[in-house]
């Protein structure tokens, strides 16, 4: 009785093969590794007055010192030079070399001359008492030589480990404990800070609110309001003259300004204590049916970005910053957005069909599910043109319209992409899709005269599982060291054949069905 072969990718290697590889590289690894211990601190202070960015060339420099050093070189400072034999006793502070080979301990060659050199003044920032960030822990330091080991599955050719060098920590508990991570995230530079802070001129007028006692700051930062305020408005504020007595003839009460909040737009009103209103100043422009600009710019920028509303009502709960609520949202995009992105869309569409007409086109199509394996709620369809590279048609389908089996919701998508595209009277010469079983019985079974293909990428891939799963043969296992070699000739002839006989000139595969 024939075994049914287990879903999911191929195995490539045994399993005591997989523990075997495993532990060359490890024993790789442990022979590269040198623990520096305490001296981290020189190590570094070393680099900085050297004005050097890498551990290597640190490295280089102390080589180059202690080989000149034997023969003619003497140390600057009044030290004389260690005898040679001395040179093999190891002082306190220099750890062995991890051997994992031998797993015994071998002896490190101490470097004369490297505590008497000469600290001389350097105009760098990092030389001022700071030394690299890239070691939080200058206890523990090792200089490895790590292995890159691409995907077990993905190659099934003769393990060649290639190796990298790099020095870091032993314990890395955080990103910027890594090895050269004080290139990528930025340096406190606390001087530059003071510096800048020291420019900044807050003099001028009773009106600029400094905070300068931390008793102050919860009454003014967290316990305040902050709006959203449109410039031109605010110089309009600027501009404004209001008198402090209330103008209406008998009155003459003192006006007082009253601060009220509607959706994200704050309105301050000039009121006196019988209620006449002097005066009414709003942050934001107010559109037809008291929209205001802000709201509409918010609930736009957050459909358009493709953000969710939840994430930024709570953004601007932290910030104390007014904000318009659900409903407001929800309602300004059933009534505006929307319908301005479909109004957008139909014209783009219909300058591209005007564009496309009387043209045969080579369409390329492929469907994204909102979740991977067999349980998607939704599939949504894209078909784009291969010369211009501007889409023609997208649909969304639901499960529920392929009688609830989402394995059909790409055959379904597909389809409605074509008919649409059909009926806008453009004319298609070939489809592109990835190898689709359903979709490429219906095109052999209602589109007979349309010629059909696959994308190269689906094909190198289907070549090189079929190399990989001909290659466990023992007899095949040759084939292994050829698979790469084999689809990279693949991505080759397909670049440079112009049709199918020119393509099956390569006899390698005449005899391979993709």
Excluded at 152 to 158: A, F, Q
Excluded at 176 to 191: H, Q, S, W
Excluded at 347 to 370: F, S
Aim: charge should be negative; include cysteine.
């Amino acid at each position: 009785m024939a075994t049914t072969r287990k879903r999911g990718r191929p195995i490539s290697l045994t399993d005591s093969a997989r523990k075997e590889r495993k532990r060359q590289a490890d024993k790789d690894r442990n022979k590269g590794k040198i623990f520096i211990g305490d001296n981290i601190e020189r190590w570094n202070r070393l680099k900085s007055e050297l004005n050097l960015n890498y551990h290597h060339e640190v490295a280089g420099v102390l080589l180059d010192r202690y080989e000149a050093g034997q023969s003619t070189m003497t140390v600057a400072s009044s030290t004389p030079l260690v005898k040679s034999s001395q040179l093999l006793k190891i002082p306190h502070g220099i750890s062995d070399i991890s051997s994992g080979e031998s797993g015994k301990q071998a002896t490190d060659i101490a470097l004369s001359g490297v505590e008497e050199l000469e600290m001389g003044p350097s105009t760098s920032k990092k030389a001022k008492g700071k030394f690299s960030s890239s070691f939080l822990d200058p206890l523990q330091l090792s200089i490895d030589i790590t292995e890159e080991s691409g995907d077990e599955d993905s190659d099934g050719s003769e393990y060649q480990p290639s190796f990298n060098m790099s020095l870091g920590p032993m314990e890395i508990t955080d990103v910027e404990d890594c090895p050269g991570m004080g290139c990528v995230l930025p340096e406190d530079n606390t001087e530059d800070d003071e510096e800048e802070e020291e420019e900044t001129d807050f003099g001028g007028g009773s009106s600029v609110l400094q905070v300068l006692n931390a008793d102050e700051i919860p009454e003014q930062l967290t316990e305040n309001t902050t709006a959203l305020v449109y410039l031109n408005q605010l110089r309009v504020l600027a501009n404004m003259k209001v008198t402090k007595c209330c103008q209406v003839k008998g009155c003459g009460e003192d006006l007082d300004i009253s601060v009220h909040h509607v959706g994200s737009a704050v309105y301050l009103k000039w009121i006196c204590c019988n209620s006449h209103e002097a005066e009414k100043w709003c942050s934001q422009p107010v559109l037809n049916r008291g929209l205001h600009a802000g709201d509409l710019m918010l609930s736009a920028s957050i459909l358009f970005s493709g953000n969710n509303f939840s994430k930024i009502e709570l953004f601007a709960r932290f910030l104390k910053l007014a904000f318009p609520g659900q409903s407001t949202f929800t309602r300004l995009q059933k009534r505006y957005l929307v319908p301005a992105v479909d109004e957008l869309w139909t014209a783009k569409q219909t300058t591209i069909v005007e564009e496309l007409t009387h043209q045969d086109l080579v369409i390329l199509g492929d469907g994204r599910m909102d979740s991977p394996g067999h349980c998607a709620q939704y599939c949504t369809y894209t078909v784009m043109d291969n010369k211009t590279k501007k889409i023609i048609s997208v649909k969304t389908l639901d499960k529920r319209e392929t009688e609830k089996k989402s394995v059909n919701l790409e055959k379904a998508g597909f389809l409605r992409c074509l008919q649409e595209i059909q009926d806008k009277g453009l004319t298609v010469s070939e489809v592109v899709t990835d190898a689709h079983l359903q979709i490429g019985a219906l095109m052999k079974k209602d589109y007979p005269d349309m010629k059909h293909s696959h994308d190269i990428w689906h094909a190198a891939k289907n070549l090189g599982k079929k190399l990989l799963a001909a290659g466990q043969d023992k007899s095949c296992t040759e084939l292994q060291k050829w698979s790469k070699d084999v689809v990279n000739h693949f991505w080759y002839v397909c670049k440079a054949a112009n049709n199918m006989d020119e393509f099956m000139v390569c006899n390698v595969f005449k005899k391979i069905k993709l």
